[in-house]
């Protein structure tokens, strides 16, 4: 298999198909586009999400915080807690984990959210340090929003711009290359897109207006993400691929590398689907709340497909980021 996430089939037919034992308490188990375990404590349910870092080597402990409260917060729910593994590999000095510590507790910080515990250790299994967070959130029962609630006829919606974290990592790990064709006032302004990187307040913020769904933008980038999103309730999805919001720093980059951006990963941006009655409301809330918001589609019966002035194509399964063609 090539790197990156498993592919969908397999996934379905070999992990899924491998968890067998259920218990009633558990709400949301594992699916496709669902990036969230939701368990039955009562009155409230427990959220929880895991992520490792794999794909970056600058900033890794603060992307490491934000990813797994993402997750999280894409079922609208507040990050309390993050645990922590971290596996360095041989050589790895004092220095190289302090910074890494103080960046991950910054990036906590930013967001509220405590580390709770972990797991840490130098090993030979691993030629670079390796991170997973587990996130844990807490909201009411009634509340509960997961990415497969999407309605047919519900409009779909995506914060900020496609390819955020990717191009950010690309501008920080392959600096030196990109100078040979890049400038430098677009590798800096590419490089400080990971500020944006949490998708906690929109997440929060989207779960109080009454969104149908939500999915943060991972691995695949925003069209893995839509796929994901449509799977996930078993419906079709009509994606208006010229309306998808792309910054010039993000197309110059992955010009010069030949990649996609809408196949590149996108932690910091959050699509949704809400119905029609809600939606003006909505894009008007976080329009005060200056958070960019734009409509990229439309929830559909059957189909699912990418729309671009007069042509039609079949909207395709993720497959390797387009980080991992380059990194």
Same mark, same amino acid.
């Given at each position: 298999?090539?790197? /990156?996430?498993?592919?969908? +089939?397999?996934?379905?037919? !070999?992990?899924?198909?491998?968890?067998?034992? =259920?218990?009633?308490?558990?709400?949301?188990?594992?699916?496709?586009?669902?990036?969230?375990?939701?368990?039955?404590?009562?009155?409230?349910?427990?959220?929880? #999400?895991?992520?490792? !870092?794999?794909?970056?080597?600058?900033?890794?402990?603060?992307?490491?915080?934000? !990813? #797994?409260?993402?997750?999280?917060?894409?079922?609208?729910?507040?990050?309390? /807690?993050?645990?922590?593994?971290?596996?360095?590999?041989?050589?790895?000095?004092?220095?190289?984990?302090?910074?890494?510590?103080?960046?991950?507790?910054?990036?906590?910080? @930013?967001?509220?959210?405590?580390?709770?515990?972990?797991? %840490?250790?130098?090993?030979?299994?691993?030629?670079?340090?390796?991170?997973?967070?587990?996130? &844990?959130?807490?909201?009411? =029962?009634? $509340?509960?929003?997961?990415? *497969?609630?999407? $309605?047919?006829?519900?409009?779909?919606?995506?914060?900020?711009?496609?390819?955020?974290? /990717?191009?950010?990592?690309?501008?920080?790990?392959?600096? +030196?290359?990109?100078?040979?064709?890049?400038?430098?006032?677009?590798?800096?302004?590419?490089?400080?897109?990971?500020?944006?990187?949490?998708?906690?307040?929109?997440?929060?913020?989207?779960?109080?207006?009454?969104?149908? @769904?939500?999915?943060?933008?991972?691995?695949?980038?925003?069209?893995?993400?839509?796929?994901?999103?449509?799977?996930? %309730?078993?419906?079709?999805?009509?994606?208006?691929?010229?309306?998808?919001?792309?910054?010039?720093?993000?197309?110059?980059?992955?010009?010069?590398?030949?990649?996609?951006?809408?196949?590149? !990963? %996108?932690? /910091?941006?959050?699509?949704?689907?809400? #119905?029609?009655?809600?939606?003006?409301?909505?894009?008007?809330?976080? =329009? *005060?709340?200056?958070?960019?918001?734009? +409509?990229?589609?439309?929830?559909?019966?059957?189909?699912?497909?990418?729309?671009?002035? @007069?042509?039609?194509?079949?909207?395709?399964?993720?497959?390797?980021?387009?980080?991992?063609? &380059?990194?």
């Amino acid at each position: 298999m090539e790197i /990156g996430k498993i592919p969908t +089939e397999i996934l379905k037919e !070999i992990v899924f198909n491998n968890i067998t034992h =259920k218990r009633k308490e558990v709400l949301v188990r594992p699916g496709i586009g669902e990036d969230c375990a939701v368990v039955d404590f009562g009155d409230n349910v427990c959220v929880m #999400s895991t992520d490792p !870092i794999t794909g970056a080597v600058k900033d890794i402990g603060s992307l490491s915080i934000h !990813i #797994s409260c993402n997750d999280v917060a894409s079922n609208g729910v507040e990050p309390i /807690g993050v645990m922590m593994t971290i596996l360095a590999p041989v050589g790895t000095t004092k220095e190289d984990l302090d910074y890494v510590m103080k960046e991950a507790n910054k990036a906590a910080a @930013s967001i509220n959210v405590e580390i709770i515990g972990g797991h %840490s250790e130098i090993t030979n299994a691993v030629n670079r340090m390796v991170i997973t967070t587990t996130a &844990v959130g807490m909201q009411p =029962k009634t $509340q509960m929003i997961t990415s *497969q609630g999407a $309605q047919v006829g519900d409009t779909v919606l995506m914060t900020k711009h496609a390819g955020l974290e /990717g191009v950010s990592i690309l501008a920080a790990d392959l600096e +030196e290359k990109l100078k040979e064709k890049v400038s430098i006032t677009t590798i800096e302004t590419a490089k400080a897109f990971a500020e944006d990187i949490s998708v906690v307040k929109e997440g929060i913020l989207l779960g109080r207006l009454g969104v149908n @769904s939500m999915h943060d933008v991972t691995e695949g980038g925003i069209l893995g993400a839509l796929w994901e999103l449509a799977e996930a %309730s078993n419906l079709g999805i009509e994606v208006y691929e010229d309306k998808i919001p792309l910054r010039k720093e993000t197309i110059e980059i992955c010009d010069t590398l030949s990649i996609n951006p809408l196949r590149l !990963i %996108s932690s /910091g941006v959050m699509v949704m689907t809400v #119905s029609e009655e809600k939606k003006e409301a909505l894009l008007q809330t976080l =329009k *005060q709340q200056n958070i960019d918001i734009a +409509e990229i589609g439309r929830i559909t019966e059957r189909n699912r497909v990418i729309l671009q002035n @007069s042509s039609t194509t079949i909207l395709q399964p993720p497959e390797v980021d387009e980080l991992y063609r &380059v990194i």
